[in-house]
């Protein structure tokens, strides 16, 4: 069963939560077992975690490397911004 996601331009706040959910499993994103409101979505040059909060969606950015001087860069996207624009901004990265 798939859902189909609304056009790329349409704004966050007007996706479902299962069509939110689709979106992030899409990226590539895993949702955390302990917690369904934070995703956590591992890339080549980093790694990040997406908290579904009920305002913004927030991303915190950290290097995937493990070094112990990790850097990280926190981020807030509205709901009204359209799904495209953020996810060109998270695949971007930090």
Known sequence: MMSILPPANTPLNQ???RALELWLNSL????N?????IWNW????????????QDELMVIWGDKEGESDKKFSQFS?????????????LRHGP
């Open 15 to 17: 996706h479902s939560l």
């Open 28 to 31: 590539g994103a895993e949702k």
């Open 33 to 37: 077992n302990d917690n369904p409101c």
């Open 42 to 53: 591992v890339m080549p040059q980093w790694s990040a975690e997406i908290y579904v909060r």
């Open 77 to 89: 996207f509205p709901y009204g911004l359209p799904r495209q624009d953020v996810e060109a901004a």
